[in-house]
């Protein structure tokens, strides 16, 4: 069974022969292993499509994160983007100060500025044998980044009304770009909604505004591509509410305690975790790697339905034996 | 029954920005809450709605809630608090880190800074190194407030302080830390002169700050 037949098979519902590592290298920590900055390879695309390659290519996990480039004029839909150094990309304007700014929202073209050029040139540098996950940012997400953060969760008791107009005014953005994505050849996509985390936000208002765009936004893409689910932190109270999105996996990060996600959702969705990309893999050593695995298999193993994962994206100044030592008990400790 | 200051520090513990406002009007009308009552009314409510978000009934949005309910009764207090000082008790250039996009702690500690009678600039979040230095050139600051809401901002605080140093500014300007996670020990390591917690010891830290300065 190849990378790729193993990941494949977890989301048919079969058990493989081991459970799939998936681990969450993106652009924050791959361009690390060739030797480049991280703005770099976020402003030129080769870089970070050689970057991601390269690093499932040293360290033999099953499947890569795609991710776009920031192309010649670096913004999210519309709202300027700033990259320094080994930073990640940062919003730095918004662009919608209140309700009229709304139909002046431009969903841009995927396709347009070179932006896909990253994916698709590491889906041809991958080939058949490994699976590609692609990412884009859920509708809630994408509303925050336009309004603000501070202004949008403000707006949920100022006004929720104009938090629902605006959720609904960006969720073609979240569609158009999965289904793009989907051109393009990758295997599933992450909806990332690291917003509406619990540790943000209360499970009432993820009821009310996140999860209804979670569920119009898959129902629209789940019949082209598996989708993903990822929220950050802890999500542990509303994991029954995403394993009613329509998402194929959920990607859970470490403070959600694995053995008990499983518990609750059963049989129900595909769980992809959680090993901390912080404490085990930034600060931690081989010893504290091989101790998460063993736990992570212990708790979500059995019955099949685990691709092991880190919980969120492993940052730049994790050593790289790591990343080995993740791959290394992932192989030791999932087979079935 | 509960006096104004008990009701005013219920209101914005409830996040109820009209209600603060509200009670705002009756201290200044009233006239004897005296400037140390009104900020010690302030810092228990924060300290609560803190407290509540640390149990896991209050989320971001209730804070920020609460932000906006503490920056509507500035907004009416500041006159008076104002009135009650003798001139201006310093300038102040603040913000938030670069990397870091925090602003609720950052506000508030404005608005109490310049209700406490300080000129402060305010230079929003994700403020890189030579922005923090070529503001306080500018103003010729005595105090210099970063916000940094983890201990993971180290590097930027640190290449603040080497920028001031290699600009000939660090021994002209006092330089306070601050954040939820800000000790001692992590002030030492980046080379502070203070750090507070909330904006009491904020206060308290400045206006020593400006008594050594």
Redesign the interface.
């Known amino acids: 069974m190849n990378s790729r037949e193993r990941f494949l098979a977890v989301l048919a519902g079969e058990i493989p022969d081991r459970v799939p590592i998936v681990p969450v290298v993106d652009g924050y920590f791959a361009p690390k292993v060739i030797g480049r900055a991280n703005d770099e390879c976020y402003l030129d695309g080769a870089c970070l499509a050689d970057a991601l390659a390269a690093s499932m290519t040293e360290f033999g996990y099953d499947g890569a994160i795609a991710e776009m480039g920031l192309g010649p004029e670096p913004s999210v839909l519309g709202c300027p983007v700033e990259i320094e150094g080994n930073d990640v990309p940062l919003v730095v304007e918004t662009i919608v100060g209140g309700r009229d700014d709304l139909e002046n929202l431009i969903i841009p073209d995927p396709w347009s500025g070179g932006k896909m050029e990253p994916v698709e040139r590491l889906v041809a540098a991958v080939g058949a044998d490994q699976a590609v996950l692609g990412s884009v940012r859920s509708p809630f997400e994408y509303a925050a980044t336009v309004r603000g953060l501070v202004e949008f969760m403000t707006d949920f008791y100022r006004d929720p009304g104009f938090v629902h107009d605006l959720i609904d005014a960006v969720r073609p953005a979240t569609v158009k770009l999965a289904e793009a994505l989907a051109d393009a050849g990758v295997d599933a996509v992450v909806l990332k909604d690291s917003f509406a985390s619990t540790s943000m936000i209360s499970p009432d208002h993820y009821r009310e505004f996140a999860f209804p765009s979670e569920c119009d936004a898959i129902a629209e893409i789940a019949g082209r591509i598996p989708v993903i689910l990822h929220i950050c932190r802890n999500s542990m109270p509303i994991l029954a509410d995403m394993a009613r999105t329509g998402a194929a996996v959920l990607e859970i990060d470490s403070p959600v305690d694995l053995a008990a996600a499983k518990a609750a959702v059963g049989s129900a969705v595909i769980l992809k975790g959680n090993i901390d990309a912080v404490t085990v893999m930034e600060k931690g050593g081989a010893a504290d790697v091989e101790a998460a695995v063993e736990a992570a298999m212990g708790a979500a193993k059995a019955g099949g339905g685990f691709i092991l994962s880190t919980g969120d994206s492993i940052p730049r100044p994790a050593p790289e034996a790591n990343l080995a030592a993740l791959v290394e008990f992932g192989e030791r400790y999932g087979n079935y | 029954m509960k006096g104004t200051l008990e009701k005013f520090e219920l209101a914005i513990i409830d ?1 109820n920005a009209d209600g603060s406002a509200d009670l705002a009007d009756v201290i200044v009308a009233e006239g004897r809450a005296t400037p140390a009552e009104i900020f010690a009314h302030l810092s228990s409510a924060m300290e609560e709605v803190g407290a509540k978000y640390e149990t896991g009934e209050y ?4 804070m ?2 609460s932000a ?1 309910a503490v920056e509507k009764a500035m907004s009416v207090l500041e006159t008076y608090l104002f009135e009650r000082k003798d001139g201006q008790a310093g300038i102040v250039v603040m913000g938030t880190v670069k ?1 870091d ?1 925090h ?2 702690g950052k506000n508030i500690i404005v608005s109490a800074l310049r209700a406490a009678g300080y000129e402060v600039h305010d230079l929003g979040v ?1 403020v890189s190194a030579k922005k923090f230095v070529d503001k306080v050139k500018e103003t010729g600051a005595d105090l210099l407030l970063l916000s940094a809401f983890t201990t993971s901002t180290k590097p930027a605080l640190l290449e603040i302080i080497a920028l001031l140093k290699t600009e000939g500014l660090r021994d002209r300007v006092k330089v306070l830390s601050g954040g939820a996670s800000h000790s001692q020990a992590f002030a030492d390591e980046v080379g502070v002169d203070g750090f507070a917690a909330d904006v009491k010891s904020t206060l308290e830290v400045c206006r020593r700050l400006m008594g050594e300065s």
């Open positions: 996040g989320f971001i949005p209730e920020l809630r906006e990397g996009i602003n609720i994700n």
